[in-house]
């Protein structure tokens, strides 16, 4: 009889010994990482530590100066059009045009990243109902709040259902409510299959949704690993002694 073993979820993303500068001085270091679909990794680093640098590399914006990225196994430096197609971002800040209302960005999104006609308005409407954006759909990004904006930008990343989502401090500006709706859609998502990435400076948040961490610290990976359920004072503890150790000034 023959056994058949249940292969692992197949890789979503792998960075390869990536490096980046900005503004003349070291911003990512030798970085080398990987993520199955179906996982949420969360990213942590205090203020300069690089996470943003990080995830709009991750992300297509930001070209790395070495190394390589990979998304389900191909090299999107070489292919940018995959990188449209198969990630959704949201960046820090939202980045929303302030005269276009909240159904026009998710149509604009949605074109950008290659959905058209009755599979474009599948989509939108699916994500309207999912965030509950119908009472906003027809206000401009310009009036919406800070929390609103950023459930707009959520939208906007997921519209064309990515393999990778990609979500640079998500909780900042949600109230408790939004908050506890993110971690549910995070876990959502990850059980559909999308792999998730997310920074934050929230350690609670990533004992609660995040399969995985990652611990950045002046450019430099220093921790990698699972993250135990109810785990937190020793998450605590390994962010608190990375953050504080001084590191040997490095090469710029
Ligand atoms: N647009 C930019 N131009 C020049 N340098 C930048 C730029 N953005 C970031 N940097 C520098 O790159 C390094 C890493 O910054 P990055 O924003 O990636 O860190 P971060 O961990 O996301 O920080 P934070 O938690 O404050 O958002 C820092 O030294 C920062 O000053």
């Known amino acids: 009889m023959t056994t058949i073993i249940p292969a692992d979820p197949p890789l979503a993303l792998q960075l390869d010994h990536v490096a980046r500068r900005r503004a ?26 690089g996470k943003s640098t990080t995830l709009s590399m991750i992300a297509g914006a930001l070209r790395p100066d070495t190394g390589a990225i990979k998304l389900n196994g191909e090299d999107f430096l070489e292919r940018p059009e995959l990188a449209r197609t198969g990630i959704g971002w949201l960046p820090e800040r939202a980045p929303l045009w302030p005269e276009l209302n909240v159904i026009e960005h998710l149509d604009a999104h949605a074109r950008l990243r290659g959905l058209r006609g009755a599979a474009l308005h599948a989509a939108r409407n699916a994500i309207v109902e999912r965030l509950e954006l119908q009472p906003l759909a027809r206000r401009l990004a310009g009036v919406l709040s800070q929390g609103q904006r950023q459930r707009l930008g959520l939208a906007c990343a997921l519209v064309h259902r990515p393999t990778l989502l990609v979500l640079d401090e998500p909780a900042n500006a949600l109230d408790p ?74 090469a710029a």
């Open 24 to 49: 003349g001085r070291v911003a990512v270091r030798d970085l080398s990482l990987s993520l199955l679909r179906g996982q949420v990794l969360g990213l942590l680093g205090v203020n300069g530590a």
């Open 177 to 250: 409510v939004q908050m506890a709706a993110l971690r549910s859609l995070i876990r959502e998502q990850a059980a559909a299959g999308t792999a998730v990435i997310l920074s934050t400076h929230v350690l609670s948040e990533v004992t609660a949704v995040c399969d995985r961490v990652a611990i950045l610290h002046e450019g430099a990976l220093q921790h990698e690993g699972m993250v135990e359920a109810g785990d937190h004072a020793a998450l605590e503890r390994r962010f608190f002694e990375i953050a504080m150790t001084p590191r040997p000034a490095q």
